[in-house]
C-alpha cells in the first residue's frame, strides 16, 4: 500500500502527491477531501503522470494547492493539542476534601483543582496527574486521602459531573469513576448524578463544589436550577452529607434578615446591640405594659399604639432567645460532631502507628531468628569439627598403642 495526499478530485480520477514529490492518478476515491491523506494500493493507479509541461492555470493550481497543504499541515498540530486538552466535562467529587476534576474527550485529567483545605493536602501530595486518565486519578486521590486519614470505610462519596457539549445524558464517566472507587474500597458509599449548567455556573459564581449546591437546591426544594430526577439511595446520601451545612447556613441567613427587619436604617454607633442589651429593654418595656395595665383597670378598655409596640416587643425577645438557644444547641451538636471526627481521626493514627510498630517489631524478632539460627548453625558446625578432630586424635593415639605393644612384644622375644 502506498501513501498520498489528495490534490484534485474529479468524477473519473483522483490526483495525489506522494511522499516522494511524485504525482500519480488513482482511481476516483469520492469520500476523500483535498488536503487528505489517503492510501491506495498499484491496482488503483490509473497511470504514473508526470508533468513535464506546467501551464498557467496548471501552476496557479499547484501554487494554491501546496499553500493549502502547507496551512493544513502547519495547522494540525495545533488543533489536535486544543482539541485533545478542550474541557469535555467536569468532575466534582466531594467526600470531606472537596476536589473537582476537568476532564477531556480522552477521559484524561486536564486540570484539578482543590475546594477546601483538606484538598489542598491531597493535591499537595498527588504527583505526575497531568495526562492521565481519570480512573487512575481518582484512585490516586481515594490512596492520598486514606493515607492521610481523610477517607474511612464506609463513607459516602458524592459524583456530580456536568457535561460541556453534550446534550444527552452519558454515563460513561460516572460508570468509570464508580468502577474505581469500587476498585479501591466497595465498603464505600456513593451517589452519581449528573449535574444541570445552572448548577455548575452557580457552583463557579459562588466557588463552591457543584455537589454543594445540588444539596442546597434539593434540601431547599429549589426548582429553578432544575434538579435532576436521583435515585432513592443517591437522594438519601446527598442529604445526609450536606444536611448539616445547609442548615447552618440557613440558620444564619434567617437571623440576619431579622436583625436587617427589626432595624432597616441603622446608625453608625447605636446599630448594633448585643443580646443581654436587647432582653433588657423588652424587660423595661414589659415592666411599662404591667403598670399601664395596672392603670387602666379602672379605665375603659382601650388599647393604644404604643402597647401593641410593645407586646410586639416582648414577642420579639421571646423569639429571639429561643432563636438563640436552637443556634445554641445546632452549634454545640456540630461541635460534637467534630470532636468526634478529630477523635476518629487520632484513633486511625494511632492504629496506623501501633500496625507500624508490630511490623517493625516483627521484621527485628524476624531478624533475631535468622541470626540465632545463624549462630545454632556455626555452633553445630564447630561441634562437628571438634568431634572429627577428637575421633582423628583417639585412633592415632590407639595406633601408637598398637605399636608400642608390638614393640614391646619384640623386645620380649628377643
Do not use: C
Not at 426548582?223 to 448539616?244: C, H, M, R
Not at 429571639?320 to 468526634?340: G, L, P, S, T, V
Amino acid at each position: 500500500m502506498k501513501r498520498g495526499v489528495v490534490v484534485k478530485q474529479s468524477r473519473r480520477s483522483t490526483i495525489v502527491l506522494t511522499s516522494e514529490g511524485t504525482f500519480l492518478e488513482i482511481s476516483a476515491q469520492g469520500q476523500a477531501e483535498i488536503g487528505q491523506e489517503i492510501e491506495f494500493s498499484a491496482q488503483e493507479l490509473v497511470r504514473r503522470t508526470r508533468i513535464n509541461h506546467w501551464t498557467p492555470s496548471m501552476k496557479n493550481f499547484m501554487r494554491v494547492a501546496v499553500l493549502v497543504l502547507v496551512f493544513v499541515l502547519a495547522l494540525f498540530p495545533v488543533y489536535s493539542w486544543f482539541n485533545g486538552n478542550k474541557a469535555y466535562a467536569y468532575v466534582s467529587l466531594d467526600f470531606n476534601p472537596s476536589i473537582e476534576l476537568k476532564v477531556n474527550n480522552r477521559m484524561d485529567v486536564v486540570s484539578v483543582a482543590a475546594l477546601n483545605e483538606d484538598a489542598k493536602t491531597v493535591l499537595a501530595n498527588l504527583d505526575d496527574w497531568q495526562d492521565q486518565d481519570v480512573e487512575t486519578v481518582a484512585a490516586s486521590i481515594l490512596r492520598i486521602s486514606s493515607d492521610l486519614g481523610l477517607l474511612a470505610d464506609s463513607e459516602s462519596i458524592i459524583i456530580g459531573v456536568n457535561y460541556i457539549e453534550a446534550k444527552q445524558e452519558d454515563k460513561q464517566l460516572t460508570n468509570i469513576l464508580e468502577g474505581s472507587i469500587n476498585g479501591f474500597n466497595d465498603t464505600l458509599h456513593i451517589a452519581s448524578y449528573q449535574v444541570p449548567d445552572k448548577v455548575r455556573e452557580t457552583a463557579q459564581d459562588e466557588q463552591k463544589s457543584m455537589n454543594e449546591i445540588m444539596a442546597e437546591s434539593i434540601l431547599e426544594g429549589d426548582s429553578s436550577k432544575s434538579v435532576p430526577a436521583l435515585t432513592q439511595s443517591d437522594s438519601a446520601i446527598i442529604k445526609d452529607f450536606y444536611k448539616d451545612d445547609v442548615e447552618e447556613d440557613g440558620a444564619e441567613a434567617e437571623e440576619t434578615s431579622l436583625q436587617t427587619n427589626e432595624d432597616p436604617d441603622p446608625e453608625p454607633v447605636h446599630a448594633v446591640t448585643n443580646s443581654a442589651e436587647n432582653r433588657e429593654k423588652a424587660d423595661q418595656q414589659a415592666d411599662i405594659v404591667k403598670k399601664e395595665a395596672e392603670q387602666t383597670e379602672a379605665k375603659p378598655l382601650k388599647v393604644p399604639a404604643e402597647q401593641k409596640k410593645n407586646e410586639e416587643a416582648v414577642r420579639s425577645r421571646e423569639t429571639i432567645e429561643d432563636k438563640e438557644k436552637a443556634k445554641e444547641a445546632k452549634k454545640q451538636n456540630k461541635d460534637e460532631k467534630k470532636r468526634a471526627k478529630e477523635a476518629e481521626k487520632q484513633l486511625r493514627e494511632a492504629q496506623k502507628e501501633s500496625r507500624a510498630k508490630e511490623k517493625q517489631l516483627e521484621k527485628e524478632e524476624s531478624k533475631k531468628q535468622k541470626e540465632n539460627q545463624s549462630n545454632d548453625h556455626g555452633n553445630k558446625s564447630r561441634e562437628h569439627e571438634e568431634n572429627k578432630h577428637s575421633s582423628a586424635r583417639e585412633q592415632e593415639n590407639g595406633n601408637n598403642n598398637d605399636m608400642d605393644d608390638e614393640r614391646r612384644g619384640e623386645n620380649n622375644d628377643y
